[in-house]
Nanobody, 119 residues
Framework: QVQLVESGGGLVQPGGSLRLSCAAS????????MGWYRQAPGKERELVAS???????NYADSVKGRFTISRDNAKNMVYLQMNSLKPDDTAVYYC?????????????WGQGTQVTVSS
């Protein structure tokens, strides 16, 4: 019913920047919160940042001041601008959306995009 497709991951040196994008498509009436999670090898998936439909954002302490989440409600897209990247930011980043349509509402996940921070 709903598909999420991430893009923008890659290899970057410490101190560098990347911008992740996520596009939601399908029979969507609307999307409540959208967010980015990440999972590093051997670790549990953790919330990086989330944003409500009205633009209220929330960040993990480890990324505050370095990452910025934003969304375009008209395009059903969410973005994550990542600056001052550190090796500890290396992980697979997943897009998440609380979306609803005719007769359904559920949490949806993208397939993930790899971010590697290394010199």
């Amino acid at each position: 019913q709903v598909q999420l497709v991430e893009s923008g991951g890659g290899l970057v040196q410490p101190g560098g920047s990347l911008r992740l994008s996520c596009a939601a498509s399908g029979s969507i009436f609307g999307i409540n919160s959208m967010g980015w999670y990440r999972q590093a090898p051997g670790k549990e998936r953790e919330l990086v940042a989330s944003i409500t439909s009205r633009g209220r954002s929330n960040y993990a302490d480890s990324v505050k001041g370095r990452f910025t989440i934003s969304r375009d409600n008209a395009k059903n897209m969410v973005y994550l601008q990542m600056n001052s990247l550190k090796p500890d930011d290396t992980a697979v980043y997943y897009c998440n959306a609380d979306a609803y349509g005719f007769g359904f509402r559920s949490d949806y996940w993208g397939q993930g995009t790899q971010v590697t921070v290394s010199s």
